[in-house]
C-alpha cells in the first residue's frame, strides 16, 4: 500500500468509526481531543486489522 492509500484508510476509518472529520493537528484542545465510546474504538481497531489482512493478502496475490 503506497503512503497516500494509507493516509485514506486511516481518514476512512477516523471518519466512519469515530466520527472525527480530520486527522490533522490543529492546535486546540476542543479540535484535537475527542470523547469516544469504548466499541467505536474496538470498530476502528477491527477495521485497521482486517484492512492489513487485505492488504497482506493483496501483496501475495
Given at each position: ?16 468509526h ?44
Amino acid at each position: 500500500m503506497i503512503p497516500s492509500e494509507s493516509e485514506s484508510l486511516l481518514k476512512r476509518i477516523a471518519a466512519e468509526h469515530l466520527s472525527i472529520d480530520t486527522l490533522d493537528v490543529r492546535n486546540s484542545d476542543r479540535l484535537d481531543f475527542h470523547d469516544v465510546a469504548v466499541w467505536n474504538i474496538r470498530g476502528a481497531l477491527e477495521a485497521a486489522f482486517e484492512a492489513g489482512r487485505e492488504t497482506e493478502r493483496n501483496m501475495r496475490e
